[in-house]
């Protein structure tokens, strides 16, 4: 009994928790339909929501906009743009935060992320999985004697909190594992191992 239980529960809980990933994902983005004039709503038309109507028209929205900024004028526009935004006190802040972490993930040209490393943490004698970031930058590096490199250390089972270490570069180890890889091992709690 106990063992169909178990199994039961092995095929319906990673099925339950995909169903509710994607439930919140897509009720978010099919948030972006507020910006359509109330009378061009699917409500208005056909008395009810049309689930992923929202999430079609984010994703439209978004490749409208790499399309028209992805040009002379459009460059111009964005410059002139962030200009202001960054004239703008707490503005300025907040977003030339989230700009530079954006510019770093999503860079088809940066580094971030590229490679798993294998780390002493959170002491000498144990060992956990991180993700070179790059290297130390600013007044830090001058502090620092020797080759060092910055790593992410996400936490288990939510990758999406974790540390930022900077660490001797003779300390790091590259793993021979893909970035998708080491984030399924660490999100598992090392149950799903790589091959």
């Known amino acids: 009994m106990r063992k169909y239980f178990i199994t039961g529960l092995l095929i319906l809980v990673p ?26 709503q699917p409500r208005t038309f056909i008395g009810f929501d049309i689930p992923g109507l929202g999430t079609i028209l984010t994703f439209i929205i978004v490749l409208l906009t790499g399309l028209l900024t992805n040009n002379l004028v ?45 780390i002493p943490y959170p002491h000498q004698d144990s060992r956990t999985i991180g993700f070179l970031t790059g290297v130390p930058g600013g007044d830090v590096k001058n502090h620092l004697e020797g080759e060092y490199v910055s790593v992410y250390v996400p936490t288990t089972p939510n990758p999406t909190s974790g540390f930022f270490l900077m660490l001797a570069k003779k300390d790091v180890i590259e793993l021979d594992m893909s970035v998708d890889a080491a984030l399924k091992y660490i999100v598992s709690m090392g149950v799903v191992a790589p091959e």
């Not at 099925?15 to 004039?37: F, G, H, K, Y």
Request: avoid cysteine.
């Open 15 to 40: 099925l339950a928790i995909t169903a509710w990933v994607l439930n919140l994902v897509i009720s978010t983005l099919d948030q972006s339909l507020l910006l359509v004039p109330e009378r061009w």
């Open 74 to 118: 459009g460059n111009y526009v964005v410059r002139m743009w962030e200009k202001l935004l960054h004239r703008i006190p707490v503005v300025s802040s907040l977003y030339g935060s989230v700009k530079q972490v954006s510019d770093t993930l999503f860079s088809s040209s940066g580094n971030a992320f590229r490679k798993a490393v294998l």
